[in-house]
């Protein structure tokens, strides 16, 4: 059974930064694409930032400039750096991967962005 399984989320003040961490429970390159989505209360999960297995990015316009993903194949982990976040920022971040066909899902993690 495939995993994923997201850290780093919390409370931090506009202009901060975070670190998420998207563990795979199997090889991050097995997965044809992974990703970051976020849902804010009463909003539609949105596309933060996607990554091929040929390493190709793209991200949301909106966080463009701020956010980078990347990925660490010896830990089979996926990570979104955020920086100079802002209260919009605010929701539940998800990783997502696509393999074989099959979209997975993480739990999902709470980022928090207040003064």
């Known amino acids: 059974q495939v995993q994923l399984v997201e850290s780093g989320g919390g409370l931090v003040q506009p202009g901060g930064s975070l670190r998420l961490s998207c563990a795979a429970s199997?090889?991050?390159?097995?997965?044809?694409?992974m990703g970051w989505y976020r849902q804010a209360p009463g909003k539609e999960r949105e596309l933060v930032a996607r990554?091929?297995?040929?390493?190709?990015?793209n991200y949301a316009d909106s966080v463009k400039g701020r956010f980078t993903t990347s990925r660490d194949s010896a830990q089979n982990t996926m990570y979104l750096q955020m920086n100079s976040l802002k209260p919009e920022d605010t929701a539940v971040y998800y990783c997502?991967?696509?393999?074989?066909?099959?979209?997975?899902w993480g739990q999902g993690t709470q980022v928090s962005v207040s003064s």
């Open positions: 990554v091929t297995s040929g390493g190709s990015t």
């Open positions: 199997t090889s991050i390159f097995s997965f044809n694409t």
């Open positions: 997502h991967g696509v393999r074989f066909l099959v979209n997975y």
